[in-house]
């Protein structure tokens, strides 16, 4: 669990993060998107006890930021914008010596668990440096995951993969989700947040916004559905606009754009009016805006 | 302690995979030693040098025990000139440690992952510290404890082996030599702070060895020469300096600080 209060990060006259009160539960993916230089990485640094905030207040996992630092980096696996990999050491030397610096009782255990996981094992040997950037990068989520720690901090953890390696390291992610744990993840790729996160925060200095992609969708643009009619007249469209739960109906070709509120109630009665007007109805839809439309029109809002 | 005992072997892991490291503390103790032994075997056996006492600074006639004769003098005045560069390697080693331990570390960009993990800032630094210290410290002893066999083997009269033994050389071997790896070490620390390069960290840091370079040519040139009160007085400024430098890296040296400021 997280939960920070106007928590405040200065450096000089530049503030990073300006006034950030959140609350994450346990178990929860948080997607925590922002421009670069939004202080998304500052964040992660407050929060895991790397700086030291200027003003305000975070409890990671029931411990207090400023106060129980070294407990809080022990209950907490990071991975950092790069892997940071040690590369003249095998994988299996560069696990084993986080493995100590994080008090695992069964290193050897605890680094084969995550070698095999990640795929990594047959390659234990090998010095880090000969791996590629994907492979680098799932070393180092076993890194961040082998002191099985309740709450995760990635930061772009599929940034530079290719993909078929981002899609293993989702699927990762979905997998130690299923464990309970909370994972705040850092992330510019905004249909990996869409498939991942329970809910999604933007930031930018300070936040924007936080909720579920589905909510954030409608909140931003509204809900909207198509009819795809065999003929579309101009006064079928002004009878759609002159319905009480109608927000807003427009003509593209032989489509209808409805904007309502409910489309789940309101639906089946629209379809009943446009039959009864003699529309034929070929399909009906819910026109589903991307997270980057969503992003992107937050960000020209902010 | 078992964080410590990690570092420092992930260090020395790390760094002894790297040449010019390699070299440094295996190579440079074994040069180190060999001049010392080298004058010794030269001079072996070497008459018609009676005469030469006079050639040499009043200090260290003085200082020349009664039983040895010119020859003897000079033999031992020429190999101390040598032995204060037993002192380079308490400087060179550590620098060279700690200029590819941390900022080979910030150039990877893995200092940022171990930060994060439960490690204490303290035990950091002294991880780090001790794995540059230790192998400067072992090369220096070894290297003098290489050079008093090669020398009780290569010097016929005992009484010119004692000379060149003195309390004042081991005085400087045992305490001075790991008080100028300190120093050697926290120097890197702050110039790690500053630069980006393990090898521009290298070369500025091994501009701590040219104050010793000017003590070596000024014994040289007889302008001093160096005896017991020198070396001891040497130790004291060297335990408040380094205390001062302990004290400067462990404010440089703060997760913050490094994450923020090392640019």
Redesign the interface.
Known sequence: MIATDNLTKQ?GTVKAVEDLSLEIPEGEVFGFLGPNGAGKTTTV?LL?????PTSGTARVNGLSVGKDD??I??S?G?L??????????SAE?NLS??A????VKDVKGQVEKYLRLLGLWERRTDPAGAFSKGMKQKL?IA?ALLHEPRTVFLDEPTSALDPEAAHLVREFILEIKKQGRTIFLCTHNLDEADRLCDRIGVFKTHMLVVDSPARLRSQVFGRKVVFHLQHVEEALVHGIQSINFIKDARQIDNKILVTLDDPETHNPELVRYLVNQGAEIQFVGELRHSLEDVYLQLMKNS | M??IK??I??EW??VF?NRLVLFTVAFLPLIMTAIPLGILFSMRGETGLETVSSEMPEQFNAMCPADLNGGECFQVYLVSQFMLMFMILPLAIPATIAAYSIVGEKV?????????????TIELLVGKSLAAVIPAIVATWTGFAIYAIGAWILIANKSVYAALLDSRWLIAIILVGPLLALLAVTFSLMVSARVNDPRTAEQISSLMIIPLMLVFIGQLAGLFFINRQLILLAAFFLIIVDGIMVYLSTRVFQ??VI??RWK
């Open positions: 450096f640094r895991t006890c790397l700086i030291a070294t407990d980096r022990r907490v990071v950092t914008e790069t892997p940071g990999m040690y590369d003249n050491l030397r010596i986080y100590n610096l994080y008090e180092a890194r | 078992n964080k990690t570092i072997r992930k892991s790390e995979r990877t960009h893995s200092l940022e992952p171990l930060l994060a993990t439960p490690i204490t997760r913050e994450l923020t």
